[in-house]
């Protein structure tokens, strides 16, 4: 947590050090501007148009893969339509080549598009330069090559872009979060500094599950091409022209937990094929990593009466046995926005509930999710961009993200709005934002799964109805 205000006893003390008088109190606010987190500038990636996926050319590659066994295919068809992704989603250039090979060289040329592009755009909006960049985090969770990620990027640059580079792998889609927690951290030790993060997953090599476990399947669903660049800044002169100040940001993890740290696991299945397996336990994982994540956030966050009302029922449950329903503090006294982790409609739907949360409130994750899918680290920040083309955010006001990935862990960051939009601004939701809000909750009942499904295909046999017909 960034340092709090300081109190006119410790100006007046420091004054006094440097000599009295308003010099000393300018040095001290100067040397704690220095200590903030800006975020200058953010862009998020929008592949190109030629590459979004219908729901016809999704249920193509399902069965492109060939399961097996047909009641899976159509299990899996059912996921899609479920899911909460739209039809205007991204795949990975490697679907629309013959033969659908995924090599190394289509993982690379992926991340290096997405990277290049969201940087590039980065850059000429803000007006830094390449060699202005201190620090580098890069984020691909299941991609990993040598070079590293970052030396690619810096090697794009002709090796001027930064003395300091990280990777971070493995951290699933809580990373956007986790890499901001760490950039506050650089930028403490230091200081005047800029950090440039890159965040993306790679589709290419993990996108498609060929297989019959449907522990592994949900993920043909969901996940879609996307990215985002960042620049965090602690330079003083950035403070008028940044777009958000980071208040606070905090990470949890359930690793100790073994059925925590198995929810999200990348293995193989019965069978030897390679996926991503997501167990029916992720969901109360990511609540108790959530509760536990906002139980140490909430104090330092929540108005005085709303932590009383809480520690009182934690009393007569915990120390005095009183059969009363946990007290839920109202989160939106504390926050104006919302940016839950957008990795499908019931995380959405299931945070939403137990933080009390309006449909409006969950507007920007369900509209990122619907059109852009789960980007996996990026997610949370085309829910601040859809935000932001809005107009919603207006200066002074408070955003909540809330980021979930494998180990398992919940991030959050708390961000002020320092700058609104700006009426020329870009965004990745430009040539589409007419279009949302929209309701998307039709699509989720049996009645428009059975339709739409008789409507491409014929309905496959399940090895029930085969039991019942021989009956």
């Known amino acids: 947590m960034l340092a709090t205000a300081a109190s006119p006893q410790e100006l007046s003390a420091v004054a006094a050090i440097c000599g009295g008088g308003s010099g000393g109190v300018g040095w001290l606010l ?9 975020l200058v500038d953010f862009t998020c990636y929008k592949p190109p148009a030629e590459r979004q996926a219908n729901a016809e050319l999704s249920i193509y590659f399902s069965i492109s893969t060939e399961p097996t066994i047909p009641e899976n295919l159509k299990f899996q068809w059912r996921l899609f339509l479920r899911s909460g992704v739209g039809e205007q989603t991204s795949l990975s250039r490697f679907f629309f080549n013959d033969g659908m090979v995924a090599t190394m060289e289509e993982a690379r040329v992926e991340m290096e598009e997405c990277f290049i592009a969201t940087a590039d755009e980065l850059f000429a909006r803000t007006g830094v330069t390449p060699q202005d960049i201190d620090i580098v985090i890069v984020m691909v969770s299941t991609f990993t090559a040598a070079p590293s990620h970052a030396a690619v990027i810096a090697n794009h640059y002709n090796g001027v872009l930064a003395v300091k580079t990280f990777n971070l792998s493995g951290m699933g889609c809580s990373a956007g979060v986790l890499a901001v927690n760490m950039a506050k951290d650089m930028l403490l030790v230091n200081p ?13 090599v993990n996108s498609i599950y060929p297989g019959n476990d449907r522990s592994f399947m949900l993920t043909n669903s969901l996940f879609r091409v996307g990215g985002a660049a960042l620049l965090l800044s602690s330079k003083p002169q950035d403070a008028g022209r940044a777009k958000l100040r980071l208040l606070q940001s905090l990470r949890t993890n359930l690793a100790a937990d073994d059925e925590a740290y198995d929810s999200v696991f990348m293995t193989e299945d019965d069978d030897g094929v390679y996926g991503l397996r997501l167990r029916p336990s992720l969901y ?23 932590q009383l009302c809480y520690a009182y029922n934690w009393l007569c449950i915990k120390l005095f046995k009183i059969n009363v329903e946990p007290y839920i503090p109202n989160f939106k006294l504390a926050f104006q926005h919302f940016c839950i982790h957008p990795g499908g409609r019931a995380v959405i739907s299931g945070i939403g509930k137990s933080l009390k949360l309006s449909d409006d409130d969950l507007e920007a994750s369900r509209m990122a999710l619907f059109r852009f899918g789960n980007t996996s680290s990026s997610g949370v920040w085309y829910e601040m961009a859809y935000l932001y083309a809005k107009g919603r955010l207006k200066v002074g006001e408070r955003v909540l993200q809330i980021a979930l990935g494998s180990g398992f862990k919940c991030n959050t960051a708390v961000w002020e709005v320092v700058r609104e939009k700006h009426p020329l601004e870009r965004s990745c939701w430009d040539e589409c934002l007419h279009r949302y809000p929209c309701d998307t909750k ?7 799964c059975d339709q739409w499904l008789s409507r491409v295909t014929p309905m496959q046999p399940t090895s029930n109805d085969l039991d019942t017909n021989t009956t």
């Open 284 to 306: 109360s994982v990511a609540a108790k990593a959530v509760a536990n994540n906002l139980a140490t956030l909430g104090p330092k966050v929540l108005p005085l009466r709303e």
């Open 30 to 38: 100067l040397q704690r501007r220095r200590r903030e987190c800006y």
């Open 192 to 204: 005047d500094s800029y950090v440039l993060i890159l965040s993306t997953e790679n589709m290419t």
């Open 442 to 448: 039709k699509n989720y009942t049996d009645d428009f």
